[in-house]
């Protein structure tokens, strides 16, 4: 992505970071939990017998799995040393998570199941990235950070948190391990982009970076997926997560859509950053 027009500081004004927040969280949980919920009993109903199936999952079971993952955080899948920032996060998260990346998804994992795991490993990224970011803020190690950037970071967790549940939630019920890694391809490009963050608006254009690959794996995968209940749980994501590029863009003083070097805007909504 091109620097240009980019300024260095935070470019908005907290008041109305803040209400961009705000906003997002209300529709949050007035609209997107009630289908991300929906999403995922229309997903367990719909594959209840094509795989083993264990005991069905609830509204409260789903709220309840995702407040604790929640609290819990995302395990970072381990690709070896991380200089700098990234060092110190990794050494913040108290559990690592080794995984093969060219056995991901696991073995066993197939059709719609294959891509639950893939969207649970993404959003465990999104989740570790933000925790990582808020870590290093708390450490003064990004210089000054409006708090409206990090009540925004915070809530972004939280619903890629949840994201991550509704996914593992469909991997158990049918009989799966949740994914608690980190998206293997992915981790080392975040980690090593996250070692050369200093400033605020660094972590917003890696932020940027993420939500843009999550955003652009739901809109690509969307079409692979064989259940309507998969593709209704999926598209119930996606619009959260481009949300989430919106609000970024605000940060970075750009307008939404990446930016070619002319400086112009193209597409923005591509599959060309998809995992």
């Known amino acids: 992505m091109s620097t240009r027009n980019r300024k260095t500081t935070f470019a908005g004004t907290e008041g109305e970071l803040n209400a961009m927040t705000q906003e ?4 949050h949980h007035d609209t997107g939990m009630s289908s991300l919920w929906a999403g995922v009993s229309n997903m367990i109903d719909g594959m209840r017998g094509a795989e083993v199936a264990t005991r069905p999952t609830s509204r409260r079971t ?11 955080g995302a395990t970072l899948l381990a690709v070896g040393s991380t200089p700098g920032l990234a060092a110190a996060a990794t ?5 690592l998570h080794r995984a ?25 990224l999104a989740v570790y990235a933000y925790n990582a970011g808020l870590t290093a803020a708390t450490a003064g190690k990004l210089g000054t950070v409006p708090a409206a950037v990090a009540t925004f970071a915070t809530t972004a967790k939280s619903q890629h948190t949840q994201h991550a549940a509704a996914w593992n939630a469909v991997l158990k019920s049918n009989g799966k391990r949740a994914i608690t890694e980190t998206n293997p391809t992915l981790t080392p490009t975040i980690q090593a982009a996250f070692a050369k963050v200093t400033d605020v608006t660094g972590l917003a254009q890696l ?30 994501i996606e619009p959260v997560e481009m949300q989430h ?10 307008y939404p859509g990446s930016q070619t ?14 995992a």
């Open 24 to 27: 997002l969280d209300e529709f």
């Open 62 to 72: 789903f709220l309840m799995g995702a407040g604790a993952a929640v609290a819990g």
């Open 91 to 95: 050494r913040a998260e108290s559990r």
């Open 100 to 124: 093969d990346a060219a056995a991901f998804p696991p073995a066993g994992y197939k059709g719609d199941l294959a891509v639950a795991a893939v969207a649970a490993s993404l959003e465990n």
């Open 207 to 236: 932020a940027l970076m993420l939500e843009m690959a999550a955003a652009a794996t739901y809109q690509a995968e969307t079409s692979q997926l064989k259940s309507k209940a998969a593709i209704g749980l999926s598209a119930s």
């Open 245 to 254: 590029i919106a609000i970024l863009y605000y940060v970075m003083g750009m």
């Open 261 to 274: 070097t002319a400086g112009s805007p193209i597409a923005f909504s591509s599959t060309s950053a998809a």
